[in-house]
């Protein structure tokens, strides 16, 4: 539930600080006390009228100050609860990351492991689905920097990173299944500066997959992120694309193809 991500996000970053793992809310938020259950409604409640800002008035123009009014409290009242405006983009931050990490996770699991083409194509269409239902919130997440605000990494990077780690699951999956192989033309050669930040993402996520495989992942990653961003801030016009959920599979299709992945439904 929803405030069972933002009690865990406050948990972890306003009440324990940034101790635990990077963005990592714990499994289970244990609030003991009658007081740390209305604590955390509070908190959760705030958030919620932080996103209904975020939709009406954007990011920019966020203010704490409003969110207290419509909360029926004084702002100073507020303040206890979060302590700043950054601190609430931080949590309207987390709990966006978390809620698509969520039908990210959701949409893979629901398609046979070994069928890693309709994993990939399942992700993408997650993703596309969510930032479309969500665009203001997709626009925090991916759009313009905040004016005066730097996310914290310590409490940020974990939630942030869930789709990508999903996405190199699959694409690392494949690779050790014998079902990820580049096709067609040669891949330009990875450079030295290149293959050493690909073996620090290999290392640090354990991955077997090799340069090559990796860089077309990437590939895959911001082509994906950048399709979805065109049809989000209407980059397209009005009139150039009125098939946009076909045009999206059909992009789905070539980037599966460009990262090595077997079709859709080839499962075996």
Do not use: C
Not at 9 to 18: E, F, I, L, N, Y
Not at 96 to 101: F, K, P, R, V
Not at 247 to 258: I, Q, S
């Amino acid at each position: 539930m929803p405030e069972d991500r933002i009690a865990g996000a406050t948990d972890a970053g306003v009440a324990a600080g940034p101790a635990g793992p990077a963005g990592a809310a714990p499994a289970a938020v244990r609030l003991r006390t009658p007081r740390e259950r209305a604590r955390a409604q509070t908190v959760a409640d705030i958030v919620r009228l932080g996103r209904e800002h975020l939709a009406l008035h954007g990011a920019a123009a966020l203010s704490l100050r409003a969110v207290a009014r419509d909360l029926g409290v004084v702002s100073s009242a507020v303040y206890r609860y979060v302590e700043s405006r950054e601190e609430l983009l931080t949590l309207l931050l987390i709990d966006a990351y978390n809620e698509l990490g969520d039908a990210v996770d959701a949409a893979v699991g629901a398609v046979p492991e070994d069928d890693f083409g309709g994993r990939f194509v399942a992700l993408g269409r997650a993703v596309r689905d969510w930032a479309l239902r969500e665009p203001s919130r997709y626009a925090l997440l991916f759009g313009s920097p905040v004016p005066g605000y730097q996310a914290p990494a310590g409490r940020t990077t974990g939630p942030g990173t869930r789709v990508i780690t999903a996405l190199i699951g699959i694409l690392d999956g494949a690779f050790r299944a014998g079902r990820l192989a580049a096709t067609g033309r040669r891949s330009p050669a990875v450079s030295a500066g290149l293959a050493g930040d690909l073996a620090k993402i290999r290392a640090e996520f354990g991955l077997a997959v090799p340069d090559d495989l990796l860089a077309r992942g990437a590939l895959a990653w911001t082509s994906l992120f950048g399709a979805v961003s065109f049809e989000v801030f209407g980059q397209y016009g009005p009139d150039t694309f009125t098939a946009r959920e076909e045009l999206f599979g059909h992009h789905l299709a070539v980037l599966a193809d460009v990262a090595g992945l077997p079709a859709a439904g080839a499962a075996r």
